[in-house]
């Protein structure tokens, strides 16, 4: 499968703890990008890293790369109850321009 | 806001029925994307759409179909609705001058009773 598998399922932390999600894929890939979605809801583009890259910074976020393991880590810096969401891996192999997503993790940051 | 829309939000349809999706991309992207997000199933890619053209097809069902206008917005017709057709529909968009970021759709919320 192209898909990328998260890891954990789901996630309880309290404010102000880091959070780290993983993400593993079994394809070779052109990118792979974070989204997060609150309940529900549209997804929001959070990062894309590319398969030349091994991190990338973002505000309270962090992403690693290590395609010789093919996986992938997001880490969120200091959590919030508004991070409170789930968190989807994407991958973009290169077959095409379509993104294959994991089960995503759901993250609750309790206050 | 992603600048990608999506009408209608909600939708509440009987089995056998058909229905239309529409989506308008983020000015200036060319690529249109639909995904089907169900419990069971997850987030899928069903089509893509680059400039009118049918570019790549993922798990679409042969009842489902779309088609990308001159002015880039997309419609997807779902037909002979079934029970398990029940899902969150997300459009979106990019302008694939390289492989890269796409941008979704706050989603239309089928219920197919």
């Known amino acids: 499968s192209q898909q990328g598998e998260e890891d954990p399922q789901a996630l309880s932390i309290q404010e102000g703890e880091n959070a780290t999600m993983n993400c593993s894929y079994k394809?070779?890939?052109?990118?792979l990008q974070w989204y997060r979605q609150n309940s529900g809801r549209g997804l929001v583009h959070l990062i894309l890293?590319?398969?030349?890259?091994r991190e990338k910074h973002s505000g309270r976020l962090r992403v690693t790369l290590d395609t010789s393991k093919k996986s992938s880590s997001l880490l969120i810096t200091a959590s919030r109850a508004a991070d409170t969401a789930s968190y989807f891996c994407?991958?973009?192999?290169?077959?095409?321009?379509?993104?294959?997503f994991g089960k995503g993790t759901s993250l609750l940051v309790t206050p | 806001d992603s600048g990608v829309t999506q009408t209608p939000k909600h939708l509440i349809t009987a089995t056998g029925q058909r229905v239309t999706l529409r989506c308008s991309p983020r000015s200036g992207d060319l690529s249109v994307y639909w995904y089907q997000q169900s419990l069971d199933q997850g987030l899928q890619f069903l089509i893509q759409?680059?400039?009118?053209?049918?570019?790549a097809k993922g798990n679409i069902l042969e009842r489902f179909s779309a088609q990308q206008f001159p002015d880039l917005h997309s419609e997807l017709n779902l037909s002979s609705l079934e029970l398990g057709d029940s899902a969150l529909y997300f459009c979106a968009s990019s302008d694939d001058r390289v492989v890269g970021t796409q941008y979704f759709g706050p989603g239309t919320r089928l219920l197919v009773l």
């Open positions: 759409y680059y400039n009118g053209e049918e570019r």
């Open positions: 890293i590319r398969s030349n890259e």
């Open positions: 394809t070779s890939i052109n990118n």
């Open positions: 994407a991958i973009n192999s290169n077959s095409g321009y379509a993104l294959n």
